[in-house]
């Protein structure tokens, strides 16, 4: 028997999936509208847009593994009526002014971004139960100044201890330290006075769980009925009582973030020079230093210009050695 022959007629052609023509051209996405994100949970992401409508949208699958953050502003298409069921579609994230972001692994320096386009940080502390944490304070502080985010210290529970002495140190490199307590008669002025500050700013609360940030963001938006919690009396840390972050809006203007509880913050991920440049009289320097200065050394250029003028070197002293000690977390960071 002879072998068979072969011709086209023989070939296979698997039938396409879809008569859809393939094509690389994408959407001008030219009718989009913008919006500012409030919410992000489970894959379903809050906006409300310049006139009020809030609505619910889901990321584009164009925009690959970007990610959304609240406080991003982005551009939805699709169902924008913000009627109850319907579902739009974020097709842009627009560039962002600065964004708050922390190492969620030291190794791989995996960057996660927690929330974007701040104005002010409110690190929010107690003066006790739990006791404030020097360390968390500056990795807060040196995010912001990173990002040329304003940081402010919000001190709570004043009525259950004195603030730590060395809360006050901070003043040296312009931070505004606000004290107030739930439990204290000034309770109405110091909630009015962090008022005054958050007006047509957008803001964001961070610290422990329990340091009493969700009953600040009642009382200063007194809607919110974010949920409160205690603090354990065995391990002395709070339990986390906010599961994401959220965006609120204030009476006057402006917005003020809540964040969930954050006991450990990375910084592996930020350039040091970067901190430094926060402070320009210092950084101009720190321009005469020699190559691959840490600042601590005793030929750093920044030892002689504290006692190059006797009336400022009070003042000089504890810019640069707060400064110092700043850049010293940063240094454990990367060595750690």
């Known amino acids: 028997m002879s072998p068979r022959e072969y011709d086209e007629s023989d070939a296979r052609i698997r039938p ?44 584009a699958r164009e925009l690959g593994p970007k990610s959304v953050v609240v406080g991003d502003l982005v551009e939805i298409v699709g169902d924008v009526t913000g009627s109850e069921g319907s579902l739009a579609r974020i097709v842009v994230v627009n560039e962002r002014t600065n964004s708050l972001s922390r190492t969620v692994d030291d190794v791989a320096r995996v960057e996660r971004t927690i929330v974007a386009n701040i104005d002010q940080l409110l ?46 140190e901070y003043k040296a490199l312009g931070v505004d330290i606000i004290t107030t307590s739930s439990k204290t008669e000034s309770r109405t002025q110091d909630i009015a006075a962090i008022l005054d500050i958050l007006d047509d700013k957008i803001s964001v609360l961070v610290g422990h769980s329990g340091v009493g940030k969700s009953t ?27 599961s994401s972050a959220i965006a609120l809006p204030l009476e006057n203007g ?71 000690s700043l850049l010293e977390v940063k240094l454990a960071e990367d060595e750690g």
């Open 216 to 242: 600040l963001i009642n009382d200063l938006v007194p809607n919110s009925d974010r949920m409160t919690g205690d603090v354990n009396d065995v391990t002395g840390r709070g339990r986390h009582t906010s």
């Open 123 to 168: 690190i929010v502390v107690a003066s006790a139960n739990p006791e404030p944490r020097r360390g968390l304070i500056d990795r807060f502080l040196v995010s912001a100044f990173h990002e040329s985010i304003k940081p402010i210290i919000i001190v709570t529970k004043v009525d259950v201890s004195p603030v730590p002495e060395f809360i006050q």
């Open 254 to 324: 402006g917005w003020i973030i809540d964040t969930p509880g954050i006991r450990a913050f990375g910084l592996s991920h930020l350039n040091k020079d970067r901190i430094i440049e926060s402070f320009p009289d210092i950084y101009q320097v720190t321009q005469t230093c020699m190559p691959n200065c840490s600042h601590h050394e005793i030929s750093c250029s920044l030892n002689p210009w504290i006692e190059s003028d006797p009336s400022l070197q009070v003042e000089r002293l504890r810019r640069v050695s707060s400064l110092r």
């Open 16 to 59: 396409s999936r879809t008569t859809r023509r393939r094509t690389k051209d994408r959407p001008s996405h030219s009718d989009s509208i913008t919006a500012f994100v409030t919410t992000v949970d489970r894959g379903r992401t809050t906006c409300v847009t310049d006139e009020g409508v809030i609505i619910t949208a889901m990321k």
